[in-house]
């Protein structure tokens, strides 16, 4: 008998991956499945099972293990639209992965975190970095091609496990674990699920993180959704994992339960297979699954399902083969050649020119004033692995001219009373003294949105406010989770200034003081404490700027944000706007030398408007990685045209955005689907060095049915006489349905390298059932007999030619109320939530307030005299709960239509605990809008039934 006969089925890779799994599952004690529902696996040293971690971050580089290849943000990735590029991306990183697994298996697991496919529904958002895009489909697109990298699936083992997140609507950092994120059916299913499903119903992610936030009064950690609608869109396993300490919010901070046994087991029941809670302490964590196992709110079959998601990965990773068919990677990847070759041309892909008049490609100038506090800096985001090197703006404008720097920072001293803020013992503290030198001295860096940080000149360290209370002058500058270097600067009576740190401690409602104590600059929680100084100015930077900038022959002003400061995880903005003394800057170096190109390296757009006005040209990308300033330099001398496209709408101003946590996108007219404004510059925008012509838009059918294709072809010329690249962008708008319609969606796009003066027919396929969208009346995605318009353009406002097909779809006839009516298919709303019909399942409509209503459109009341075969109905129930309350029933208008009925609703025992309340229907027959407003709350409302006859 063989070796390979005594081995146990699990270790045998010719069987079937789910025979494996239900081998090694069967021989698994109880306590030993339970070892393996946290984030670090207990090994099974019996079976040879080893130590396992889920959750590897590589968002875009492999994260907080040491240097390796820094790629561009994921928002500058999204635009350089182009998927197989990204796909090129995810492979590196996943062979870097592979080479931190071989030398620390323990240490650097293969379960990786990312792709993130929340759409960047609000350009405020903390975590803007990590989208691809606004559009839900091109969020989808992209986020399937980096996962398909990252997976390097060989048709048998996986190179690294990709876990798509944050599931579901997560898209603020403002209280994200006790907000809740209003999601109506159609913006659920055409915007949230669209981002989502596509990574996951293509096979390229295996795994998915669930969200802080709540959804729809629900936290994501027990979102019904997982099983009943994620779940569907692949026939493979999904595993399902928490976002870092999530669980233990669901009792704690959001009190949805009333204890962490009943939370964990709800969890599990939900779909949840894997806690990542508390850091490596898993026994601190499983012992709440113990306990709900045995109050019986689990039994070991669900322990089973969950245990066999985990196993899924570990046996698609190969851990229980005999060979590992990446054995061969290692150590030489990292940072190869090849990646800094890779890099290069993603951050060269991603920069985007958003304005020319003619002053770029740079016509080789002899003396460039760069100018700026990014100039000569490669920021780092939260997700960013560890730089191996940086070439900065500075540095690769250095090696084709001659080039003058300045960061433009105001040099400040802090003047007390007693005497002046002053670093002593290295940095170490700060003390006040008589000095006024470079221990006094500081530059201060406005990152917008009141946060500074200040940066000794004497240690060339960063003011930092430390836990236990002192204050010194040794950072590095902004660099942890909780970043305590940023400060804001509050003016006071008689021109004088206190310090205020940004970072609560916990619990706090405001971040401390710098306050002195015994000649020493401390923290004090003590508004009264606080010290009151004088701004003395030892440089001016706009000065320092003009100066440097004067005799130059252009100025690349190199301007945006910290990834740490203002917009980050944890911290969305409040507005849009450059930081203050950057657009100071930008102003005055602008006015003592027109010849200024303006240059945005940032994680968000901004309200550029004087830029946009005034400057010869605009250029933005994310923070590009560690060739950033190389592919610059190449983009403005023209070495390579500006491939980039506007990933997001880049506004005007904050007013003219939805609230943060409006996530209604088709009620609020939000994203480039559905904004009414004119934009700064439109998704989509990006110019070229060329000119690009487009001809002869045509379609291959003039009607199109469910289930068919069609074919668009449209001739576009590089009309130019260099070489250029475009992004051929097609989109379609539904003419006439029965809801609102976006004013266009993004159906297909390429991006083509023409020479100049050569054309090239540009074909795309769009199958009609991608037309679709959520009908309330039928409760399923329908495709409506219309005319469809395609328009090709350069952007979603810039549109060329277009055409149109007829598509022969349903057309949505009138309710039915022969059966009871949600509260939550309604088709306009205003005033009212969605909240959870009870803690498992189910979505009902909720006015806190009185003067909400909602809508229901095209309700069939019957009679026979206007041709219906069913009397008109005598009676209405609603189901409600929560306090007493009246909920008046009218047609055509919320406020003057004629009342069909009253109904007084009791007080229940909760807002879980329904009463059925039947009244008389007044007459009324035929189809009409139903409107149920809210007279007063707070109330929840599940169904309408009608009954009776009359």
Known sequence: MSDTDLRPAFRDPNLPRAERVADLLSRLTLDEKIGLLHQYHRPVERLGMGPFKTGTEALHGLAWLGEATVFPQVVALGATWNPELVEQVGAAVADEVLAFNHNDPVKVGRNVWAPTVNPLRDPRWGRNEEGYSEDAGMTGLMGAAYARGLKG????????????????????????????????????????????????????AVAVMLSYNLVNGRPAHVTPLVNDELRTWTDEEVFIVSDAYAPNNLAILQGYFEDLPTAYAAAVKAGLDSFTQDDERSRDVLVHVETALERGLLDEADIDTAVRRNLHVRFGLGEFDPEDPYAHIGDEVVNSPEHQALAREAAAQSITLLKNDGILPLKAPKKIAVIGPLADTQMQDWYSGTLPYAVTARQALAERAE?????????????????????????????????????????????????????????????????????????????????????????????????????RAEGAEAGKWFAIEDGRVVLSADRAEAAEFDFEFVVKGHEAAVEAARDADVVIAVLGDHPLVNGRETEDRTDLRLADAQEWLLRHVHAANPNTILVMSSSYPYAANWAAKHVPAVVWSGHGGQEWGNALADVLYGDRDPEGRLPQTWYTDAAELPAMLDYDIVASDATYLYYLGQPLYPFGHGLSY?????????????????????????????????????????????????????????????????????????????????????????????????????????????????????????????RDLSKPLAATANDLYEGVLWRDENRTSGDVIAAEEAGGWIMLGDCDFGGAEHGHSEPGYATVTARVAGQASQLTLRVDDPLDGDVLAKIDTPATAGVYDYADVTVELGGVEGVKDLYVTFESGPVRLSTLTFGGER
């Open 690 to 814: 060329t000119e690009f012509k487009y001809a002869n838009l045509k379609a291959d059918k003039e009607h199109a049915g469910a289930g068919d294709e069609f074919a668009v072809t449209v001739e576009v010329t590089n009309a130019g006489d260099r070489d250029g690249v475009e992004v051929v962008q097609l989109y379609t708008h539904q003419c006439g349905s029965r809801v609102k319609q976006p004013l266009r969606q993004l159906r297909r796009f390429e991006k083509v390298r023409l020479a100049a003066g050569e054309t090239r027919t540009v074909a795309f396929t769009v199958p009609v059932d991608e037309l679709a969208h959520w009908d309330n009346v039928t409760g399923r995605m329908i495709v409506e007999k219309s005319r469809q318009r395609l328009m090709v353009g350069r952007s979603a406002t810039d549109i060329v030619l277009s055409a149109s097909v007829r598509v022969d779809g349903e057309t949505v006839g009138a």
């Open 403 to 503: 080039v003058v720097h300045c960061e433009g920072v105001s040099r400040i001293r802090l003047r007390h009373k007693t005497g002046y803020a002053t670093a002593v013992e290295d940095g170490k503290a700060i003390d006040i003294t008589d000095t006024t030198g470079a221990a006094a001295q500081f530059d201060l860096f406005d990152w917008g949105g009141w946060s500074y940080t200040a940066r000794n000149v004497a240690t060339g360290r960063y003011v930092d406010g430390r836990l236990d209370g002192t204050v010194g002058a040794d950072s590095v500058g902004p660099h942890e989770f909780d970043v305590h270097e940023t400060f804001r600067i509050v003016e006071l009576e008689g021109g004088k200034v206190a310090v205020q740190q940004i970072h």
């Open 153 to 204: 699936d060989n048709g048998a083992v996986w190179k690294t496990a990709p876990s798509v997140k944050h599931f579901l609507a997560y898209g603020n950092e403002a209280d994200r674990c006790e907000t809740s994120s209003n999601m109506p059916p159609r913006v659920l299913r055409e915007y949230e699920f669209a981002a989502h499903r596509p990574a996951l119903a293509s096979g390229d």
